[in-house]
Every structure is written in structure tokens, then in C-alpha cells.
């Protein structure tokens, strides 16, 4: 159990049934009546997020959110399978608990799940991907204004906005959270 007075960003705790998370809080002490604790929390599952005020002493029971890295290995229809690199067990995971960032994973790749008992809710790609573009327009000589893009298809199949001298083959560094092109890669 946790109290509303030993709130702090990133703690997690259930109540009505839900997972929250603390995104930020604020301890009160106005001049006329009682103290309170101001909560801008984030439903650790929907992802909603609203702001209440708790009296201090309220307890709520710590909710525990497992993070366990996992190798992505390959797509069957609507589920995704994960391998646990200590087991080597493949768990499947639907395809609805993807965010928009997995269409820059490819096969081999580490992500973390996360789950609270025992139910998978999430799964975080890695922050930066690189890729190679399969498919992309040639730039062409004089075109030379500021900031000019083109559309690029990379391995995973995800469409990306590239310079104009990027060329198919190249291998590139994505910023998976933002789909945003961020050089080309070193490795």
C-alpha cells in the first residue's frame, strides 16, 4: 500500500480496478483548510491521462508493471511471437497492443514488454532503428533547395522521409518514437 502523500513521478498504483501511473504531483497546503496532493496521472494501460486531488492519507495498493526484454522473432496474421532469451520460449503477443513505433522493428530485434499480472498491455520498441531503403525516387542533380525530402520505403516496410540523396541500398538511422529520418548509419 501506498499513500498519497509518498506520491512521485513514475510510481504506479491501482485504483478502481485501473493502473496509474504518477506523471506529476504537487503537495498542497492552502492557507484556509486541509492539505491535499494534486496528481496528473496517466492510465498505464489506455494511456489516458487526468488530474485529481487526493487527500494525503488515502492508500492505494502499489501496482507492479513487469519490463522484460524480449527478441522479437516473426508475425503469424494478428499475432506477434517474442522469444524470452532465457528460456528461449516464444510467447505470443496480438497485434492490438503494438503502437505505431513497431513498424520500424524487424525480426531479431529487442523490445521491451510490459505487463502487470501476468496480462501484456505494451510493447516499446527500440528508440532508433537502422534500416536499409529498399525502395526510393533517385534525387536528381540541381535540385538543391533547403530541407527537400522524398518518400523511402525501408526493409520493414514502413515509409520514411529522406533526403534527396539518399539511394536505394542505403542504410539509414530512424528515431522510431517520431518516424523521423536522423542520418545515415555508422554501422
Known amino acids: 500500500m501506498i499513500s498519497a502523500s509518498e506520491f512521485r513521478n513514475g510510481v504506479t498504483f491501482e485504483m478502481d480496478g485501473k493502473v496509474m501511473q504518477v506523471v506529476e504531483f504537487q503537495h498542497v497546503k492552502p492557507g484556509k483548510g486541509a492539505a ?3 496528481v496528473k496521472m496517466k492510465n498505464v494501460i489506455t494511456g489516458g491521462v487526468t488530474e485529481t486531488s487526493f487527500n494525503p492519507t488515502a492508500k492505494y495498493p502499489t501496482a507492479y508493471i513487469e519490463r522484460k526484454k524480449m527478441e522479437y522473432s516473426y ?3 494478428n499475432l506477434y511471437y517474442f522469444m524470452d532469451p532465457e528460456s528461449y520460449e516464444l510467447e505470443p503477443i496480438d497485434g492490438s497492443v503494438l503502437d505505431d ?3 520500424f522493428v ?3 530485434d529487442t523490445c521491451v514488454i510490459m505487463s502487470y499480472k501476468g496480462n501484456v ?3 516499446e520498441a527500440p528508440n532508433f532503428a537502422d534500416l536499409v531503403v529498399t525502395k526510393t525516387e533517385p534525387g536528381f542533380a540541381g535540385n538543391t533547395a533547403t530541407n527537400v525530402t522524398k518518400p523511402a520505403t525501408v526493409e520493414t516496410g514502413a515509409e520514411v522521409k529522406v533526403p534527396l ?3 536505394e ?3 539509414i538511422q530512424i528515431d522510431t518514437r517520431t518516424g523521423e529520418y536522423l542520418g545515415r548509419s555508422k554501422a
Open 36 to 38: 491535499f496532493v494534486r
Open 75 to 77: 508475425n503469424d496474421g
Open 101 to 103: 513505433s513497431f513498424k
Open 106 to 108: 524487424k525480426e531479431n
Open 121 to 123: 498491455f505494451g510493447v
Open 165 to 167: 540523396f539518399i539511394n
Open 169 to 171: 541500398g542505403d542504410k
